[in-house]
């Protein structure tokens, strides 16, 4: 920064920069913009050089003290930005709003005018380099107003907005299936977990400024037509407008009008759950391994979006679900007409993403020719899937097709206005198509014309000089120029010469000529102008694409689920997949499952089929069985194929049917850790407990090994007690695995407990896995035999072996550690209510409403009141 080198005053740039970076503020690096770089000065310096990596300079002094500095050249700043973007910082752009010429018309001491342009953070990113395409991008918001709390959300790179009622007990499970980038908040609110926060000013999440917000955007006069908001919705929503406003300035990103999503219409899974089952992360956080890489067979991106979301929150609608699933059977049935799809979908861009650009201003040349293949392609798969027949065919499919296109009118604007493949950079020119505006051929032509007389004019002036060597040459310091060696330079600065001479370097001496500098001329110009009618036609070109935005959000939302729907079909095809039967009742009858993760990381035919049934009559497994022998995998399975056929796949089983469930958890028990033990056992107990008060007979609970991470009486005690609360409290459906045998004792007293095991065989002294699920209790734990099976010492397993025979005698003699255990009273089931409960169902049942009169429809109300009371 050229700053005065003498402290006192700063000078004009020096002022322009600190009041920009006041502005700025103190929480985001200010990327400066001079000339061909980004400048950051400071301490945005020293933090930003450390975090790149990059080298901090010095420059000028303020204040008596050098000024620390690094820089980026703007042509690459995407990728300098996104390594600052992970590593949470938040960038302002400060960028020369005005030409050098321009400035300079103004005074010639005028400094550029500079204005933050945009403030980049994780969850307002557009470009392509800086976002995953497989995954969605959300910036969230949350809100309290009126005693009540929401959500709101948007991805700004795709366009979707959407609101939801949110209890605080509801929160984390909503925010684990976002999984925001960001999430603003109102200064001072405290929010579990781990989310990067952009907390704001209280006023704004007031909701009438909201509602005023909302309705300015989206060009209404009452928020009632886009649904029945609670205050707290559109104070979320205002918020999340306000910071949109703040951070992106003139190019507010386009956003479809908000929707709502109510509770109750997605299975509720909270984080712990989704990091037990490995939904969308492995434990160690990678994709790759979760169910959703695992049933990614998408082959475009917004596609692979749309699966991510779906198994992030599987419906909950029955209804909803067949609809789904009549696509999937209907591609899984026609398999040409799938895989011609498949091959066609390949070809078709991100159109979400293209046109997010485009309504951000951040659009370039390719992104309309990215529009243009992708609404080409879109058309032409609409007439495929009209042609084909299809086993239904699947209503949701006329649906789509409904929706897609068609687009011939903005296709072929652009097949006429742009070249095939048009490049980034709108400001270089070059992809408008020839033929399609006849002045601006006229200029190219003119300065192509030039070009070629400057070519001719090297040969003239070679023979002219008699200088073989002699070159013309152009840079973008001195345009055009001719170019001789220094021992040639005398000759053409003769008094009579008509060369006038530019610059002498080491190794060449350069001059001008009346006859170059015309044509040089004649090329600029041509060039200027050629360049100002191509950024016109740019800018009436996005105009004409944000004209079509809806429908083409539409389309690539719809392409989207046809996408998901084939890549599952796929899937089920390959890998010998089911329909679920999914509907209101209370089932969880899955006939030979797999493990969809698991087996496919298996050699064929190696995984183990298991059943499972959760009847009304027996709703709770209790899984035993030696460490090793698969019980996790069996409960991890049947969890996944929940979740699976509530997104409306085919699932890993010969068949399944499957009453919706409405929550779905599933704990691991901690595993005994010195270092962290209590931490983790406590982490346990939580997530336990949020278990028991949250589930209800309609949820699916997934236990693994409660109580292991406390001593073995401590644990068998919360095992039991929490097995009985599933049992005779929640009544919800529930796998349960143990290795304390004890647990079965409860069998006998808990009339819908079964007792399952994972079947092992001693095999002459080594243990042999079969990985089968049948009824009945392991009849041992087998555990020196696993201890064996890990390579411990042979005299160590035979002296444990000692010992144990020991302890055995002794629990024979006593009882064991469940001693007493089975005169302990019933967990409290409230036993007269189940009374009154029976009067009236039987009073129901022997109800024919359509033999009664509405008088005695009367008294029977009064009659089933007077059996409640
Ligand atoms: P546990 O929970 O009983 O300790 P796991 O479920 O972790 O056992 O399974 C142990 C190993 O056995 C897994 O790594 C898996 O590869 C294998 N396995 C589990 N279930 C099956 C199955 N049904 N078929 C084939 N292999 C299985």
């Not at 960028?95 to 005018?113: H, L, N």
């Not at 205002?238 to 992106?248: H, I, P, S, V």
Request: charged residues 25%; glycine residues 8%; proline residues 4%.
């Amino acid at each position: 920064m050229p700053a005065a080198k003498s402290s006192s005053a700063p000078s004009p740039m020096m002022e322009q920069f600190l009041s920009i970076k006041a502005e700025a503020g103190d929480d985001a690096l200010l990327f400066f913009r001079m000339g061909d770089f980004f400048e950051l000065f400071f301490d945005d310096a020293v933090r930003a050089a450390a975090a790149l990596d990059i080298a901090l300079t010095k420059r000028g002094q303020h204040e008596g003290r050098e000024i620390p500095m690094c820089g980026v050249p703007a042509h690459s700043a995407e990728g300098y930005l996104a390594r600052l973007i992970a590593k949470g910082f938040r960038v302002a752009i400060a960028d020369q709003v005005e030409s050098p010429a321009e400035a300079r018309k103004r005074g010639s001491k005028s400094v550029v005018k500079r204005e933050i342009v945009r403030v980049v953070t994780p969850g307002t990113l557009t470009e392509e380099s800086l976002l995953d395409a497989r995954s969605a991008n959300y910036l969230a918001a949350y809100a309290e107003a009126a005693g009540e709390a929401a959500l709101a959300w948007c991805d700004m790179s795709a366009g979707g907005f959407h609101t939801a009622p949110v209890t605080a007990a509801a929160l984390p499970a909503e925010l684990a299936r976002l999984n925001p980038a960001e999430l603003i908040l109102r200064e001072g609110t405290e929010i579990a977990g781990n989310w990067p926060l952009s907390p704001l000013p209280k006023p704004n999440f007031d909701s009438s400024r909201g509602e005023a917000a909302l309705k300015a955007r989206f060009e209404i006069g009452a928020l009632d037509g886009l649904g029945d908001f609670t205050r707290a919705e559109i104070a979320a929503a205002g918020a999340l407008l306000a910071y949109l406003e703040a951070t992106q300035m003139a190019a507010v990103p386009r956003l479809r009008a908000p929707q709502r999503q109510l509770p109750g219409g997605f299975m509720r899974i909270d984080a712990a759950t989704r990091g037990s089952l490995e939904l969308s992360r492995t434990a160690k956080g990678t994709r790759a391994g979760s169910l959703t890489a695992c049933l990614d067979a998408t082959v475009t991106a917004p596609g692979a979006r749309q699966l991510s979301a779906d198994l992030a929150a599987p419906l909950t609608d029955a209804t909803e679900i067949a609809a789904r699933l009549d696509l999937v059977a209907a591609f899984h049935a026609g398999g040409e007409v799938r895989e011609r799809l498949r091959t066609a979908l390949k070809e078709v861009p991100d159109l979400e993403r293209a046109l997010g650009r485009i309504a951000a201003g951040r659009g370039h040349p390719r992104d309309l020719g990215l529009i243009r293949d992708g609404l080409t392609r879109a058309d032409q798969i609409r007439a495929h899937l009209k042609r084909a027949t299809l086993m239904g065919p699947p209503p949701m499919l006329a649906d789509l097709l409904a929706t897609i296109g068609p687009h011939g009118e903005l296709t072929g604007l652009l097949h006429a206005a742009l070249v095939p493949e048009p490049g980034m950079n709108a400001n270089e020119g070059g992809f408008i198509a020839e033929g399609y505006d006849h002045t601006l051929d006229e200029h190219r032509s003119l300065a192509k014309d030039a070009r070629r007389h400057i070519a001719a004019l090297e040969a003239e002036y070679r023979a002219q000089t008699g200088v073989e060597k002699l070159r013309i040459k152009h840079n973008n310091v001195l345009g055009y120029f001719i170019e001789v060696a220094p021992k040639h330079a005398d000759g053409m600065m003769a008094a009579d010469s008509t060369f006038a001479h530019r610059q002498t370097l080491a190794n060449a001496v350069r001059f001008n000529s009346e006859q170059l500098a015309g044509l040089a001329t004649r090329i600029a110009q041509a060039q200027g102008q050629a360049l100002a009618l191509e950024a016109k036609h740019f800018a009436d070109l996005n105009a004409a694409v944000l004209t079509h935005a809806e429908s083409i959000e539409a389309t690539a939302s719809a392409l989207a689920r046809i996408d998901v729907s084939a890549a599952l079909s796929e899937l089920a095809a390959q890998r010998g997949w089911v329909r679920p039967a999914v509907d209101d009742s209370h089932a969880f009858t899955i006939t030979r499952g797999r493990h969809p993760v698991v087996e496919a990381a298996m050699k064929s035919g190696q995984f183990v089929a298991n059943d499972c049934a959760l009847e009304r009559d027996g709703f709770v497994w209790l899984v035993t069985g030696p460490n090793m022998a698969g019980k996790s995998t069996f409960l991890r399975q049947n969890a996944l194929i929940a979740v699976m056929a509530q997104a409306g796949s085919f699932v890993p089983a010969d068949a399944a049917h499957i009453g919706v469930i409405d929550r779905l958890f599933s704990r691991v028990g901690a595993s005994d850790n010195l270092a962290e033990g209590r931490s983790t056992f406590m982490v346990e107990m939580v997530e336990t407990a949020a278990i028991l008060n949250q589930a209800t007979d309609r949820s699916l609970v997934i236990l693994d090994e409660v109580g292991r991470g406390t001593s073995t009486y401590d644990g068998l005690s919360i095992a039991w007690a929490v097995l009985e609360a599933v049992h005779d409290g929640l009544r919800a459906r529930c796998l349960f695995a143990s290795h304390y045998h004890e647990l079965t004792a409860l069998e006998p007293r808990l009339d819908a407990l079964r007792l399952a095991t994972v079947r092992v065989r001693e095999w002459k002294g080594d243990l042999v896995f079969l990985h089968e699920v049948t009824e009945g209790a392991a009849d041992k734990s087998y555990g020196l035999a696993v201890a064996r099976l890990a390579g411990l010492p042979g005299d160590t397993t035979a002296r444990a072996a000692e010992v144990l025979a020991a302890l055995e005698d002794t629990r024979d003699a006593t009882g064991g550690i469940a001693a007493g255990l089975t005169e302990l009273p019933l967990f409290a089931a409230a036993e007269p209510r189940a009374e009154v409960k029976d009067a009236l169902r039987e009073k129901l049942a022997d109800t024919r409403p359509d033999e009664l009169s509405p008088r005695a429809a009367l008294d029977l109300i009064y009659e089933l009141k007077r059996l409640a009371d």
